[in-house]
């Protein structure tokens, strides 16, 4: 999620959606150092966290080698499903979408990723968000639903995803 936060937006994603991001392999490896810089002015501490807030990011596998205890000492484990992580991440999608931050548009491209990097697991298919994913074929190609029914189905996945993260 090379794009998500926006680094302009001064949106700092939480321990646990970048663990999420991490099973899924779709963490900005570069970025995450200086997020966990962030965890640490949040109160976050420990002696991973304060290594990788102090690296670089320019190499992937050194950041990809010290996240996960930097991730314990903020109390957050990385999933050990791509179900659970892609519901961590979908609902936080749809968190993005209701508070008028994202797109529809957006919002499906990012979840075709996620399908995607699963290798299009029925497990996150299943879930709320993920059963839009081949949306992306329908839109603009001159077939199927117009744009905006596809929004509208969209915004009605977001309102799912966020009441299924609710239970």
């Known amino acids: ?13 939480t321990p646990e959606l970048v663990a999420a991001w991490a099973t899924l392999q779709v963490a900005a490896a570069d970025r995450i150092p200086l997020w966990a810089a962030h965890w ?10 304060r290594t990788l807030a102090g690296l670089s ?6 950041v990809n080698d010290v996240l996960p205890a930097a991730l314990a000492d903020c109390a957050a ?14 609902t936080e999608l749809a968190r993005v979408h209701a508070d008028c931050r ?8 990012r979840v075709c990723e996620i399908v995607s990097r ?16 081949d949306f992306a074929d329908e839109w603009g190609a001159g077939w199927g639903r117009t744009p905006r029914e596809l929004e509208l189905e969209i915004q009605t996945a977001c309102s799912a995803q966020l009441a299924a993260g609710e239970h």
Do not use: C, N
């Open 77 to 90: 484990t990385i999933p050990g499903s791509e179900e659970t992580a892609a519901r961590v991440a979908f």
């Open 40 to 49: 640490l002015a949040q109160g976050y501490d420990g002696e991973a966290l």
């Open 1 to 13: 999620m090379h794009d998500w936060p926006t680094p302009d937006s001064g949106e700092i994603p």
């Open 118 to 133: 699963s290798g299009y697991a029925i497990s996150v298919i299943a879930l709320p968000l993920g059963q839009i994913f």
């Open 102 to 109: 994202a797109t529809e548009r957006w919002v499906l491209k």
């Open 57 to 62: 990011g320019a190499d992937p596998r050194e």
